[in-house]
């Protein structure tokens, strides 16, 4: 989906030792500092063995309490629940779009009036509906037979169906944008590589690339531009399909010792004119491990720069690694001199790799994402005094968003204070619309596959 299951130039960090934990959805919690360095109330800065590194002028430091602005406009979240969808709006109401009880996924448009939505009618025959978000005009996109029509292989090879690798809707408009898979009895997913659009509106379709020629895509956020992904490269071009720029980067495929295949994550500019990713090494059970590689694409056709590198764990797929603004980068790795080989530490550096910040260590620790200031981070720990999902503040200390790591997954954030949440328990999984520091309301539960949102 395109947000959902979606956040520092570094800033300079005071260096935080001995984290404590906060009581779920309160305040920050923190111990004093060391003697290494002050907290500086108006620039907040940080000490590493490089020394310190001052936070540019544009990054306007945060309360440790956030100060919660007004929700969104009109928030609208899309879900799926014991194969059906259904639609919440900020608010309270809720609305069931579907009573087949045969959808997988659900995806609404950027001005959350349309829903698609994906039905398995029988095994191995997929279909791509949508439907107005009040329930009316629920109609056919693409067809079982729409599908297996894109296929251009071998009758040997001819798969039992094929249905979506990757949807998402270009921004701004009512066009659906996928790619396919085959689909059979089995482990192991992969995608065909291609590219298709349907208008929801008009029903027209339009092929792209076919098989080989295209891949995942990511829509600039004016919508104007794709990146389009292959495990061995990154083209770019015209959401129309003109101006192609084809292998911008090339890299080796990713060995993932698994049934699937590695498509780096990009992360385009606010600005629509550039775009970053971080490209893991070939094969992650090297020693010694070769690091991450980092690329910047201009959107304007101009040559991508390899602009640095940081140092690379294995199976740490780097795709929540690059801040919104690309001026920062988030990662773990491997706790040095300790006793116990699951300690990581959490790392803050500028885009190309310099200016690297310790921030802390933990049991298994993981980067999550950025929130959107850029300036902001999710993290987990899974044992120890820091164990749970929590939030950087900008001052001392974090939010905890869950004291039991394995509980919540699946956050997107909605602004700087409000996200959504999947939250598992007992087999029943909720969704709640939250409040960074505050109260949480309870979307859904029941067996919720997933979600999606607009505001």
């Known amino acids: 989906m395109k947000r959902s299951i979606r956040i520092f130039t570094i ?11 906060a009581i779920p959805g309160g305040t920050p919690t923190s111990n004093p500092v060391d003697d290494m360095g002050t907290q500086v109330a108006a620039t907040l800065t940080a000490l590493s063995p490089q020394g310190a590194t001052e936070i540019p002028p544009t990054l306007e430091p945060m309360p440790a309490s956030p100060t919660v602005p007004p929700a969104p406009a009109v928030l609208r979240v899309v879900y799926v629940k014991n194969n059906n969808a259904f639609i919440w709006t900020d608010g309270g109401v809720t609305l069931q779009l579907t009573m087949s009880g045969d959808v997988s996924d659900a995806y609404i448009s950027q001005d959350g ?12 025959n997929r279909e791509i509906w949508a439907v107005n978000n009040d329930g009316s005009n629920s109609h056919l996109l693409v067809s079982s037979a729409d599908f297996m029509a894109t296929y251009s292989g071998s009758a040997a090879d001819l798969p039992s169906g094929i249905g979506t690798f990757q949807v998402g809707w270009q921004p701004a408009t009512h066009n659906l944008f996928y790619n396919t898979r085959p689909l059979y009895e089995g482990p192991g997913s992969f995608g065909y590589n291609d590219l298709h659009m349907v208008n929801v509106d008009s029903l027209t379709k339009q092929t792209l690339f076919s098989a080989g020629n295209g891949g995942n895509f990511f829509f600039s956020p004016n919508g104007n531009q794709l990146a389009v ?4 490269s990154i083209s770019m071009v015209n959401s129309d399909g003109s101006n192609l720029r084809s292998n911008v980067v090339n890299f080796p495929t990713v060995i993932t010792y698994s049934e699937y295949l590695y498509y780096p994550t990009p992360v385009w500019a606010p600005d629509s004119n550039s775009l970053r990713v971080m490209i ?12 991450y ?6 959107a304007n056709g101009s040559p991508a720069i390899a602009s640095g590198t940081v140092p690379a764990i294995p199976f740490d797929w780097p795709d929540t690694a690059i801040s919104p603004d690309l001026n920062r980068l988030g990662y773990i790795q491997k706790t ?4 116990d080989p699951n300690m990581r530490d959490i790392k803050l550096a500028n885009a190309d790799g310099s200016g690297v910040v310790w921030y802390m260590s933990g049991e298994s620790a993981q980067f999550l994402g950025w929130l959107p200031n850029s300036a902001q981070f999710a993290f987990k720990v899974f044992s120890g005094p820091d164990v749970g999902v929590h ?6 200390g974090y939010f905890t968003l869950s004291l039991t790591p394995s509980e919540i997954r699946a956050i997107s954030w909605i602004d700087n204070t409000h996200y959504l949440a999947l939250w598992q328990n007992a087999g029943i999984t909720a969704l709640r619309y939250n409040v960074l520091g505050g109260g949480t309301i309870l979307v859904d539960s029941g067996q919720i596959w997933g979600y999606d949102f607009s505001n």
């Open 280 to 291: 893991p090494p070939a094969d992650p059970l090297l020693d010694p491990m070769p690091p």
């Open 113 to 124: 009036q349309i829903v698609a939505y994906l039905r398995d009618i029988e095994p191995f």
């Open 391 to 396: 939030v950087s503040s900008l001052a001392e």
């Open 293 to 298: 590689n980092l690329w910047l694409i201009p």
């Open 11 to 21: 800033v300079s960090l005071l260096i935080l030792v001995s984290l404590a934990c």
């Open 336 to 339: 040095g001199g300790g006793a």
């Open 229 to 232: 992904v292959k495990p061995t």
